[in-house]
């Protein structure tokens, strides 16, 4: 039996669970104050800090840290890299830190698992699927100017690991598979996954595609470049209006879709309005990547936070389901599928050396 921890950093909080091979055994959720982490200079700074709350709580639970065969962790934003796990190892902790793509809570994955892994005999550290997985096919890349490429940034470990489980759910493999999948959350990314990989996507992190509760997605270019030059808003505030600010937050005040599908249930035409928008536009994209695979796709696979709204799903549906048929697989486990890809490892797959 191996012995598995997840650990999954975000901008508030610390995720992390141990899973026993399959079995969860702990899952854990520490919140982190904003005024607390505003005490750190740089993010790299709040490693000690979270992976000792980490270590207290798991003490505190009974977890024998000596047992642990793997520490699993999001991986952050490097340079490209094929899917897969990793192996954490000194290069790609230098690029981490010298890189500088963006301060996202994620690149603190690899660090705290590989502090962790260090300090117990035998036990590996590994990075699975990170949110810069490039399997783009060679025309997706060209955009209309050659000094700003398409780039493939995608909530690729969710992605991922929902592929391999409806494969297994239907007595195949995933590298045998044509799909669309959606990922609905604070973000949304639509990609295609053709024989297991991902050949093109809408570029879900601060880019374009369907709007989203907290993303602004495509915007009219023009306006964009006018916003940015009539001086009301700093370069920091308006990537905040794009990232943070942007779709539901920008037109409601809020991320919460629970409550706006309330709302519209309740009446509020301007409510259902915006989420008919904001399925619209994930039902284009969809149809997009089902042209990217020639229309010929197995399953469209909508997953997420967002795929347990009835009235999303059901604009979606109504709109790709005469093409295709739609799975759903609601939520998401970003913890399982860490254990889980430190698991293949651990029972022979090849962990890949970045």
């Given amino acids: 039996m191996f012995k598995i921890l997840s650990v999954n950093p975000g901008s508030t909080s610390t995720k992390f669970a141990v899973y026993a091979d399959e079995t969860l055994v702990c899952l854990h959720t520490i919140r982190h104050s904003t005024d607390v982490l505003k005490a750190f200079h740089t993010l790299f700074d709040q ?30 934003l490097v340079r490209p890299l094929e899917s897969g796990v990793y192996a954490v190892n000194d290069k790609y902790i230098a690029d981490l830190k010298t890189l500088h793509t963006s301060e996202h809570a994620s690149n603190l994955g690899g660090v705290i698992a590989l502090e962790i892994a260090n300090s117990i005999s035998g ?26 490429p398409r780039r493939s940034m995608f909530h690729a470990l969710n992605h991922k690991a ?6 297994a759910a239907t007595g195949t493999e995933y590298e045998k598979l044509h799909l669309v999948i959606a990922h609905l959350g604070g973000g949304i990314s639509v990609a295609a996954h053709r024989l297991g990989k991902v050949v093109d996507s809408n570029q879900g992190l601060d880019g374009y595609g369907p709007f989203s509760p907290e993303r602004a997605g495509t915007l009219d270019a023009g306006q964009l ?15 905040k209006l794009i990232v943070g600010n942007g779709g539901l ?19 509020d035409n301007h409510s259902r309005l915006l989420l008919e928008a904001m399925a619209y536009n994930i039902a284009k994209e969809i149809g997009a990547m089902l042209v990217v695979l020639h229309g010929k796709a197995d399953a469209v696979i909508l997953t997420g936070g967002i795929a347990y709204s009835n009235f999303v799903v059901d604009y979606i549906k109504k709109m790709i389901s005469p093409m295709v048929k739609v799975v759903l697989y609601p939520g998401e486990d970003e913890m399982e599928a860490l254990a889980m890809s430190g698991l293949r490892v651990l029972r022979g797959e090849h962990a890949k050396e970045y």
């Fill in 47 to 76: 490693t000690q800090y979270r992976k000792d709350l980490m270590l207290e709580y798991l003490g505190n639970e009974g977890i024998n840290l000596s047992d642990l065969s793997a520490a699993v962790g999001r991986g952050g």
């Fill in 123 to 148: 036990c590996q550290a590994f990075i699975a699927d990170p949110v810069v997985v490039d399997e783009y096919q060679e025309v997706a890349r060209i955009s209309g100017l050659p000094q700003i």
């Fill in 162 to 167: 929902i592929g391999r489980k409806y494969a």
């Fill in 225 to 239: 470049v006018n916003i940015c030059f009539d001086r009301k808003y700093t370069k920091e505030e308006i990537q």
């Fill in 249 to 267: 937050i920008a037109h409601l005040g809020t991320n919460d879709v629970r409550w706006i599908e309330q709302n519209a249930d309740n009446g």
